[in-house]
């Protein structure tokens, strides 16, 4: 099993940034792939960045070039950044965590962006 806590959101104006960070249960260099996605009210939960095992990226045109995503194996710790956030990026975000062939959640961080 895999526990996940993230930390980090809240109210930012547009234009701000933000880093959220996940922390996992287990050393992430034995999870298959880390990942956030984010769900806004009323909409269904998309993928916004994910890290493969190998350190590979992939990232929705939605986001891409404004987010990263990247990982400290030392403290089994990945992050967001967020910059150039947007009113569209507000909802919960959520760590997840491929491990075996099961997915694992966090309990989500809320993430508004507003004047």
């Known amino acids: 099993q895999v526990q996940l806590v993230e930390s980090g959101g809240g109210l930012v104006q547009p234009g701000g940034s933000l880093r959220l960070s996940c922390a996992a249960s287990?050393?992430?260099?034995?999870?298959?792939?880390m990942g956030w996605y984010r769900q806004a009210p009323g909409k269904e939960r998309e993928l916004v960045a994910v890290?493969?095992?190998?350190?590979?990226?992939r990232y929705p045109d939605s986001v891409k070039g404004r987010f990263t995503i990247s990982r400290d194996n030392a403290k089994s710790t990945v992050y967001l950044q967020m910059n150039s956030l947007k009113p569209e990026d507000t909802a919960v975000y959520y760590c997840?965590?491929?491990?075996?062939?099961?997915?694992?959640w966090g309990q989500g961080t809320q993430v508004t962006v507003s004047s």
């Open positions: 890290i493969t095992h190998g350190g590979s990226t």
């Open positions: 997840n965590a491929n491990y075996g062939s099961t997915n694992y």
């Open positions: 287990r050393a992430i260099f034995t999870i298959n792939a």
